[in-house]
Nanobody
Framework: QVQLVESGGGLVQAGGSLRLSCAGSGRTFSLNAMAWFRQAPGKEREFVAAITWIGISTYYADPVKGRFTISKDNTKNTVYLQMNSLKPEDTAIYYC?????????????????WGQGTQVTVSS
């Protein structure tokens, strides 16, 4: 089992930045990849970014390419999401997810573990 705890959310003005963290505990040494998803009010949860646990391959959804950067620190079992040039449409609850096996990065069903989420609000 893996436990995930997100932090770093908050309120920021449009154009600002935030950095989210996701700390993992438990059997993190067996992970294949970790990712961030988000869910805006009234919308379905959507893929944001993913990173392989071994190596440094990264993947991004089109709306965040060039603005968000996913990274990790294996020694701390932590994944980060640096969010720059934030827009009001980035407002959502951001969830961290992890999976043990190879799969499609943008599919929620491929992930085995989820955090509770952290709220990000971008004001115009």
């Amino acid at each position: 089992q893996v436990q995930l705890v997100e932090s770093g959310g908050g309120l920021v003005q449009a154009g600002g930045s935030l950095r989210l963290s996701c700390a993992g505990s438990g059997r993190t040494f067996s992970l294949n990849a970790m990712a961030w998803f988000r869910q805006a009010p009234g919308k379905e949860r959507e893929f944001v970014a993913a990173i392989t646990w071994i190596g440094i391959s990264t993947y991004y959804a089109d709306p965040v390419k060039g603005r968000f950067t996913i990274s990790k620190d294996n020694t701390k079992n932590t994944v980060y999401l640096q969010m720059n040039s934030l827009k009001p449409e980035d407002t959502a609850i951001y969830y961290c997810a992890a999976r043990y096996y190879w799969g499609s990065n943008d599919l929620q069903r491929e992930y085995d573990f989820w955090g509770q989420g952290t709220q990000v609000t971008v004001s115009s």
